[in-house]
């Protein structure tokens, strides 16, 4: 059985909920980008002083960071890990960058530097010329001198900086299958609404999933939709009275009535209120925009949400179909991943382990699909919940670089 859950707010818009969790998500995709494996040996400020060596055991070499010291301190490179203490001496914040400047390859980043501060960034240097890229608030970039650090050690992962140009195609092109989508969308409620208006409940049972799971496809466009999410797939908290609130709306109201016995009139209201939203939707959408710079976070986000509301039967309002809510979910990471792939295929080194992730983690839950039926998440073995749990967890962190990778950086 599902655990009980603590009363819980009424979810109006997913991604708000997202966004909190997702937070969390760039600050540690963030730290594993910061210590991208890259390289560089110690110095210190002043040629009579020493690198030390604290109690980590690493090399530590203390780099000034200013518009007029951009990476002053570094006088005797060398390969292997350890530790640049980078101390910003100007009055604005900063963000400071190791890369190559040849190419543009970013080897390690600190973002929000404030004056007088002191922070670590750890990096694993191989072979090769490197540069600290010095970004202060309302200046222009200035680049330090270049370091090379001799020998033949092979350099470590490096990220290609991403801007906004480099993701509007990809964005209208999801754009344009999330317009597909809204089509497909009006259909099935369309189709919803007139079992429901014919008082065909069990017809309406037959088509709710399907024409919900187009929607769950989405995920990546919720925060375009704006309040449009509410009224189609809006939630209310897991407590007794919580699904009479008049203002709980769309494909889980409907859910609602119609595996707890409620009458057909009683449905004709929220189902012409659904198909409503989604004709209004279908209307406004070709004039929508989605915001490049945050589609590299919405993958995760999409897994996150099913994770904290799928995996745990939250938003099961009677089908028992959270596990095909999930599997849909999935196809919409694939979908928004699948738009990304030009760009992240050079960028991201465990893109085969992702795409590896991707597939058990689909396997698991299709392996719960039984014709038109899928388990649900209180039929399923110990075994079977923890296999899905473990295969959820573990593509969640496959994903979270790919955050990381389209955080859209400065460059100038």
Same mark, same amino acid.
């Given at each position: ?34 210590? %991208? &494996? /890259? @390289?560089? +040996? ?5 040629? =009579?002083?020493?690198?030390? #060596?604290? *109690? ?128 497909? %969308? &009006? /259909? @099935?409620? +369309? ?5 429901? =208006?014919?008082?065909?409940? #069990?017809? *309406? ?129 694939? &979908? ?77």
């Amino acid at each position: 059985m599902v655990p009980p859950h603590p009363p819980e707010p009424a979810r109006p818009n997913r991604f708000r909920r997202w966004q909190a969790a997702a937070a969390v998500v760039v600050v540690a995709a963030a730290v594993t980008a910061t210590v %991208l &494996a /890259a @390289g560089a +040996g110690g110095g210190s400020s002043s040629p =009579d002083a020493k690198a030390t #060596a604290p *109690a980590d055991g690493l090399r530590h070499t203390v780099i000034e960071v200013s518009t007029g010291t951009c990476g002053r301190g570094w006088i005797r490179p060398q390969a292997g890990t350890q530790v640049f203490d980078l101390h910003n001496t100007s009055s604005t914040a900063s963000e400071v960058d190791l890369t190559d400047p040849r190419t543009g390859l970013i080897y390690g980043e600190v973002e929000g530097l404030a004056p007088g501060t002191t922070r670590a960034m750890t990096v694993d240097l191989g072979s090769g010329s490197y540069a600290f890229k010095c970004l202060e608030n309302d200046a222009d970039a200035v680049t330090g001198p270049t370091v090379v650090v001799a020998g033949k050690q092979p350099q470590g992962p490096a990220a290609a900086p991403v801007n906004q140009h480099d993701l509007i195609p990809p964005t209208l092109a999801y754009q344009k299958w999330v317009g597909q989508r809204i089509d497909e %969308l &009006a /259909a @099935g409620t +369309g189709k919803l609404k007139a079992d429901i =208006d014919g008082g065909d409940l #069990a017809a *309406a049972r037959r088509d709710w999933l399907p024409a919900h799971l187009v929607y769950e496809r989405m995920g990546a466009a919720y925060d375009t939709f704006g309040d449009a999410d509410a009224a189609i797939n809006g939630t209310v908290a897991r407590t007794p009275g919580a699904t009479a609130d008049k203002d709980f709306a769309g494909f889980h109201r409907i859910e609602y009535g119609l595996w707890h016995g409620e009458s057909a009139a009683s449905l004709r209201a929220p189902a012409a209120a659904l198909d409503g939203a989604v004709r209004t939707l279908q209307k406004e959408w070709p004039q929508a925009r989605m915001d490049p710079a945050a589609m590299g976070l919405r993958a995760h986000e999409i897994v996150e949400n099913a994770e904290q509301f799928e995996l745990t039967a939250r938003t099961d309002y009677g089908s028992g179909t959270n596990l095909a809510t999930a599997r849909a979910n999935l196809d919409g990471t694939r &979908a928004i991943l699948g738009r990304l792939r030009g760009l992240l295929e050079p960028r991201d080194t465990g893109l085969a382990k992702l795409d590896a992730a991707l597939d058990r983690t689909q396997a698991a839950l299709d392996a719960q699909h039984h014709g038109a039926a899928w388990t649900p998440v209180d039929k399923l073995t110990h075994a079977q919940r923890q296999q899905i749990n473990a295969d959820f967890g573990d593509l969640l962190e496959q994903l979270a670089p790919v955050a990381a990778i389209f955080e859209v950086r400065r460059t100038a």
